[in-house]
Nanobody, 127 residues
């Protein structure tokens, strides 16, 4: 499956952005999805995950209450709605797809769980 993330940009602290990731090539609804982010010199970190149906979502503690992940299986797209952005949210954001297997509720935060990755989209939050 091919993934393309977009929607990043420059925003002031306290602002919002909606990131989108469109999938092609395989049946999108067969994949659990995740968003990760990375800043220079730091490890790739989990941000949010969502199951194939969208029923279950997972978040890194630092973004709970500020970010929301959702998906539209009819349009092969997963979203990350960000709000109350902080300068420390500045990063390249990547979407990733994991073939559906049991245990996503345990493994969603592990980058090794994901099979396909898109190119990232830069989010810059100015103070």
């Amino acid at each position: 499956v091919q993934l393309q993330a977009y929607g990043g940009g420059v925003v002031q602290a306290g602002g919002s952005l909606r990131l989108s990731c469109t999938a092609s090539g395989r049946t999108f609804s067969n994949y659990d999805m995740g968003w990760f982010r990375q800043t220079p010199g730091k490890e790739l970190e989990f941000v949010a995950g969502i199951t194939t149906s969208g029923w279950s979502t997972y978040y890194q503690d630092s973004v709970k209450g500020r970010f929301a992940i959702s998906r539209d299986n009819a349009n092969n797209t997963v979203y990350l709605q960000t709000s109350s952005l902080k300068p420390e949210d500045t990063a390249i954001y990547y979407c990733a797809a994991a073939e559906k297997r049991i245990g996503f509720y345990l493994t969603h935060a592990s980058k090794g769980r994901y099979d396909y990755w898109g190119k990232g989209t830069q989010v810059t939050v100015s103070s």
